[in-house]
């Protein structure tokens, strides 16, 4: 399997099929003599930013951390082991709702898109 | 066979995506003071379309991914970058122009002022993209965008010398006012080939929950819808030939000298009727680049994304078109033209289409993402010509037009 | 692009002799272009407006023509009018501000620029109070202004005597 083509930037859903982002990054482990191994994979802003280069990972994890306190400002990871399938989507035996993943989105549901009649 | 009554994507896309302020507005600049020289620009424009669209449903269905998806999975996120900028900053200055369109047609029709109507439209447009669903606004717009056929019938009942027509057909030079006439092939060209359309189509073909057994029905809607779309277009390059330009009404550049293409056909009907086609086909385009634009971030980041699903469940998604609609009313609501702000973001998305046509293409080459249904050396070759003449013409006269000030 | 021209200039003075040919031509084409500039701009600027201008008159008798026949609505109307008006008012200014070497042919043009652009107003107030009358007389000074258009540009550009 090659890991940047097969896993990388693929769309990751939980167990009940809801999209919960995109692989942002991977957390690999480097073995001798045997080739890297995945153990986890990240998602999230901060994940983002290092993508894009040392200062906009440090940015995005400093915003992260004045936004929504320290722990938001390390990226969300998935342990590997969690796989369950892998097709046109990544799937995980998660559930999304259990991981803080989400909290951006519960954020605006309560503050903004809630408070819109209608939503 | 309930599939082809699924060509109400096609028509709707083709309605609000190629049928809108731009190539209105184009078609009209060009017929009046080009007569039918044009014609085979929009023919062009047309036939890149087309295969562009089919290139998108057939992505959607066999890959069960979506453009903006696929885009970032094939390229990675430093890479999709790029093409994510360029679209968000074309498709804002579109969606102006398209808000701007519906408004200068609320003005025709109430006499009241352009500018205010701009928030209010975009109210209208949000409302309906909060509360409706695909299906809804899909059938709504496309039953709807039928009254743009006034076009065609008054182009037919003009009696124009249809040889003519057809010389208009074939690719000639200008024998007047040459650095404007490429400028207006340019624009139509980027009239015709908008890349919200496709990217549109292949996220629609995915909330229809298309698969293989749609390909065949894709290549028909695609090229009906398309057709329609350019059709009409045509249309209006014809009516502005014969009724204005051929009357000495030659440079249209107020929006005001629009509702005459029409007026000498119809009488009142008419003004009724062009204030109507255009409404509606601004409306619709509003609503497909604003639904745009949230699929383009959602899909590119992978968050929740879908116009059935209700706003709490897809905040991101919902919050981006909500952002998008009232930033791009701005403009208009400022006092910007709308017919200047039409024509040049037209132009510049001629000069755009490499950055998000080319990705694109190569998607429709991977065997990863489509297997055997690759694109063959016709549709590969067509588009890469098509794309490549837009690119050149636009970065030859959008500076001339700029200095040479219209 | 001049101001292109000038930065290759002045960035190329701290060079060694090789650019010595390339800013000796440039200081020779320099003067030229502006030359050429400046010599393109007034009956450009007449040919251009001129052209604007009968086209947007000849919409303003469509649009006169459209209301006298009940085919378009009066607030259409009359706003229709209003703008191009303006459009004619501003290609007069445009006309008169360019200097070109007949003072007397540019003024003409400019006048019958101007007498167009009463005209369309004319036509507009007839249309906003509904006056038929006033409107068909708006009407017939709008022709005779595109008459005096079409005499002033020639005279513009027919060979001096």
């Known amino acids: 399997m090659q890991l940047l083509r097969d896993i990388l930037d693929k769309q990751v859903v939980d167990r009940e099929q809801v999209k919960i982002g995109k692989v942002d990054g991977l957390v690999a482990e480097l073995r001798q003599g045997k080739p890297p191994r995945v153990v986890a994979i990240e998602l999230g802003s901060v994940a983002l930013g290092r993508r894009l280069g040392a200062a906009p990972g440090r940015w995005a994890a400093r915003l992260a951390a004045r936004l929504s306190g320290k722990r938001q400002a390390r990226p969300h990871r998935i342990a590997w082991n969690k796989v369950r399938d892998i097709g046109v989507d990544i799937e995980f035996d998660i559930d999304v709702r259990r991981t803080k993943v989400f909290a951006w989105q519960d954020w605006l549901r309560q503050h903004v898109v809630g408070r819109i009649p209608g939503a | 066979m309930k599939k082809l009554l699924e060509i109400s994507l096609g028509v709707v896309t083709s309605v609000g995506g190629f049928l809108e302020v731009g190539s209105m507005a184009t078609a009209a600049q060009a017929g009046a003071l080009f007569g039918f020289q044009l014609i085979w620009a929009v023919a062009l424009g047309t036939i890149c379309i087309i295969f562009l669209v089919e290139m998108a449903g057939r992505f959607a269905a066999v890959s069960r991914h979506t453009i903006s998806d696929g885009i970032r999975e094939r390229f990675g996120f430093n890479a999709f970058i790029w093409p994510l900028l360029a679209a968000l900053l074309v498709n804002f200055l579109v969606l102006s122009a398209e808000i701007g369109g519906v408004a200068i047609a609320a003005e025709l029709a109430t006499g009241i002022g352009f500018q205010w109507w701009a928030l209010p439209v975009a109210f209208f447009a949000w409302l309906l993209l909060w509360k409706g669903t695909f299906g809804l606004i899909e059938k709504g717009v496309s039953i709807l965008g039928l009254v743009t056929l006034c076009f065609v019938v ?35 060209l980027g009239a015709s080939i908008s890349p919200y359309l496709f990217m549109f189509y292949s996220s629609g073909a995915i909330e229809d929950q298309w698969d293989k057994s749609y390909l065949g029905a894709n290549r028909a809607i695609a090229g009906l819808g398309m057709t329609f779309g350019g059709t009409i277009s045509v249309g209006v390059l014809i009516v502005a030939a014969v009724v204005l330009g051929a009357n000495g009404v030659t440079e249209v550049d107020d929006y005001n000298q629009l509702p005459l293409m029409l007026i000498p ?142 | 692009m001049v101001a292109g021209f000038i ?16 800013i000796r031509l440039s200081r020779a084409c320099l003067p030229l272009l502006l030359l050429a500039l400046t010599s393109c701009s007034s009956s450009d600027t007449a040919e251009q407006q001129t052209e604007l201008a009968s086209s947007t008159a000849q919409a303003a008798a469509m649009v ?77 000074e709008l022709r005779a202004a595109q008459g005096d258009l079409a005499k002033a540009y020639s005279e513009y550009f027919a060979p001096q005597r």
Not at chain 2, 177 to 183: Q, V
Not at chain 3, 9 to 15: A, G, K
Not at chain 3, 100 to 124: K, Y
Request: charge should be negative; hydrophobic fraction near 50%.
């Open chain 3, 7 to 22: 930065f290759m200039i002045s960035s190329d003075c701290n060079e060694g002799k090789m650019v010595g040919p390339v």
């Open chain 2, 154 to 188: 008054a182009a037919v009942m003009l009696h124009p010398d249809w040889k003519g027509v057809a010389a208009g057909a074939v690719p000639s030079l200008p024998q007047h006012d040459t650095a404007k006439y490429w400028f207006m092939a340019v624009s139509i």
């Open chain 2, 265 to 406: 056909i119809f009488g009142f009907w008419g003004f009724v009727l062009f204030v109507a086609s255009l409404a509606v086909a601004c409306f619709g385009a509003t609503l497909e680049v604003a639904l745009q634009q949230a699929y383009l971030v959602a899909q590119g980041f992978g968050w929740t994304w879908g116009e059935d699903l209700k706003p709490r469940d897809d905040p991101g998604f919902s919050l981006v078109y909500t952002l998008s609609l009232f930033l791009a009313a701005v403009p208009i609501a400022l006092g910007l033209d709308p017919l200047k702000l039409t024509i040049f973001s037209m132009a510049l998305t001629a000069a755009s289409l490499p950055l998000t046509v080319v990705p694109f293409l190569i998607l429709l080459n991977d065997d990863r993402y489509v297997g055997e249904h690759r694109n063959g050396v016709v549709s590969n070759t067509a588009v890469i010509f098509i794309i490549a003449l837009g690119f050149v013409l636009a970065v030859v006269t959008i500076p001339l037009q700029i200095f040479g000030g219209t």
């Open chain 3, 64 to 140: 006169t023509d459209a209301w006298l026949s009940g085919a378009a609505p009066s607030c259409y109307a009359s706003s229709a009018l209003l703008s191009f008006a303006e459009t004619l008012a501003d290609a007069a200014r445009q006309v008169q501000s360019a200097s070109p070497s007949d003072p007397a042919r540019r003024d003409a043009l400019s006048t019958a620029l101007s007498r167009l652009s009463n005209a369309a107003n004319q036509a507009a107030s007839a249309v906003k109070t509904e006056h038929h009358a006033q409107a068909d007389q708006a009407q017939q």
